[in-house]
C-alpha cells in the first residue's frame, strides 16, 4: 500500500511540475495596447481603408516620435536607476526629490510626444476613419479596454 500511495504521489508531482513548465513558457500576458500591438499598423491599413499615402505619412510620424523618445527613454532609466540608489544609501532628502523632479520632467516630455504624435496621425485621418479610431475599430485591445482606458482609444 505504501509503494502504491508513493508512486500515485511521484505522478502527481511530475504532472504538476510539467503543467507549471508548461504555464511558464506561455508567459504572462498583459496589456498591449494601440500601435504597440503586433500586427497593428497593417490592421489598421485593413479596416480604416488607408491610402499608400496615409501610411506612407504615418509611418514617417511613428520613426519620428521613436527617435525622439528613444534617448528621453534612455535617460529615463539612467535617471530611475539613479533614484533607486539614492534611495538604497538612504541620501538626503532633498536629492532624492530633485531626482524624482528631473523624472517627472522626462516623463511629461515623453507623454508630449505621444499627444502631438496621436494628434499628426489623428490629423492625417478623414472623419470616417476618426470615427473607426475613436470606436476601437482598428484593434481587439481598444474592445477589451476598461472604461478607465478609453482615452487610449482616441
Known amino acids: 500500500m505504501k509503494s502504491r500511495t508513493a ?7 511530475i504532472m504538476v511540475l510539467g503543467l507549471a513548465g508548461t504555464v511558464a513558457a506561455a508567459g504572462f500576458g498583459g496589456f498591449r495596447g494601440g500601435m504597440n500591438e503586433p500586427g497593428a499598423m497593417p490592421r489598421m491599413m485593413e479596416t ?3 491610402s499608400e499615402e496615409q501610411a506612407t505619412q504615418i509611418a514617417a510620424i511613428e520613426s519620428a516620435a521613436y527617435s525622439k523618445m528613444r534617448d528621453l527613454r534612455i535617460e529615463l532609466m539612467d535617471r ?7 534611495l538604497f544609501l538612504k541620501a538626503d532628502e532633498g536629492l532624492v526629490l530633485a531626482k524624482r523632479a528631473e523624472i517627472e520632467h522626462i516623463q511629461a516630455a515623453l507623454k508630449a510626444i ?3 504624435t496621436r ?9 470616417e476613419q476618426l470615427a473607426l479610431h475613436r ?8 474592445k ?3 472604461p478607465g482606458m478609453k482615452a487610449f482609444t482616441r
Request: proline letters at 0%; aromatic letters at 2%.
Open 7 to 13: 508512486v500515485l504521489i511521484s505522478l502527481a508531482t
Open 48 to 50: 480604416q481603408d488607408l
Open 80 to 86: 530611475t536607476h539613479e533614484l533607486r540608489n539614492l
Open 114 to 116: 505621444q499627444e502631438e
Open 119 to 127: 494628434g499628426q496621425v489623428n490629423a492625417l485621418l478623414t472623419e
Open 135 to 142: 470606436e476601437g475599430a482598428f484593434g481587439a485591445s481598444a
Open 144 to 146: 477589451r479596454a476598461r
